[in-house]
Nanobody, 122 residues
């Protein structure tokens, strides 16, 4: 089973940028769709972005469109989430996920990483 490890979280001021990375141990991501979810304090986990196996299609939550970009490098078994123009409302634990299915309107994760904390100060 593919194990996912996130990195790149931290503390940033509003308006700043961060890039999250997710790599794997014990497997390859090239056959999976990949996505990011986040969970803010006191809230349920929410979809952020997803990308199909080749990287040719992407899907974003409305709240991050135009600010976040998901990408992947299958040769390096890594998926990225570039986050710009960050807001305090983006503060959350961010989770990397895998899925065997991708569509532009539906993404359901099969596997989860342990998460990385992103804190945006005002």
């Amino acid at each position: 089973q593919v194990q996912l490890v996130e990195s790149g979280g931290g503390l940033v001021q509003a308006g700043g940028s961060l890039r999250l990375s997710c790599t794997t141990s014990g497997g390859t991501i090239s056959s999976f769709a990949m996505g990011w979810f986040r969970q803010a304090p006191g809230k349920e986990r929410a979809f952020v972005a997803a990308i199909n196996w080749s990287g040719s299609r992407r899907n974003y939550a409305d709240s991050v469109k135009g600010r976040f970009t998901i990408s992947r490098d299958n040769a390096k078994n890594t998926v990225f989430l570039q986050m710009s123009s960050l807001k305090p409302a983006d503060t959350a634990v961010y989770y990397c996920t895998t899925s065997t299915y991708y569509s532009d309107s539906y993404y359901s994760p099969d596997g989860w990483g342990q998460g990385t904390q992103v804190t945006v100060s005002s």
